[in-house]
C-alpha cells in the first residue's frame, strides 16, 4: 500500500507540472514546444481538465500511462537541448584550478555564478561549457593535481579573445568570491572526435 500510494503521489506531480507546461509552453523552448509528444499530450490532456468531453471518463484507465507518457516527454525534450555534437575544427578552452596547501574552491559558486556569468559573455560564439570536480589523480590516496576544472567550447578563437578582453575586470574580480587559485588557461583546437557506437 505504501509503494503504490508513493507512485501515486509521483505520477500526479508529474501531471500537475505538464498540465503547467501545457498552460504556459512560452517557458518550454521551441524544440520542446514543436516536439510530437508534446502535441499529443496536449490534445489529450487540454480537453480532460479544461472542457467537459467525454474523455473524462477515461481519466482512470489513464491515470498511470499519462504520468509515463510525460515524463517520456520530458526526458526526450532534455535530450534534445543537450550540447551540440563537438566537430574538428573548434576550440576547447581550459581553465585549471591547481591544487596545493591552503588552495580553497567554491564548487557551488563557480557552477552558478561564475561560469555562467563568463558563459554570457562569451555570447552565441559559446557552443557549451563544462565543469569537472577533480577527484583524485592515480589512486585515491593521490591528492588531485588540480581542485577543479572549466571549458569552454567556442567555434571562434578571435571572438572569444575579444569578448574576455572587454570583460576582464568582471572577471578577474570574480575570482576571489570562490578560489585563491590563480587558474592556468590552457586553448586548444579540436582535431578529431570518435564517438563509439
Known sequence: ??????LNTIFNQVSEGLIRSLQSPRK???SCRNHTA????????LPKHFI???LQS???KLKFILPLLSLTFFLSCKTSQLPSTLTKGMYKV??????????TFDMDYYEQKHMPMVANFIGDNLKFYEIDKVIFVRTPNDP??????????VSD??????????????IVNDFKNYTNIQPVIQISEIQQVVYKK
Open 1 to 6: 500500500m505504501v509503494c503504490r500510494n508513493g
Open 144 to 153: 588531485p593535481a588540480h581542485l577543479a576544472v572549466g571549458y569552454f567550447y
Open 94 to 103: 581550459t581553465i585549471l584550478y591547481p591544487n596545493g596547501e591552503g588552495k
Open 58 to 60: 477515461t481519466h482512470m
Open 28 to 30: 518550454l523552448s521551441p
Open 157 to 170: 578563437i578571435a571572438k572569444y579573445g575579444q569578448a574576455i578582453g572587454a570583460n576582464r575586470d568582471a
Open 52 to 54: 467537459q468531453t467525454p
Open 38 to 45: 508534446f502535441k499529443i499530450l496536449k490534445i489529450i490532456y
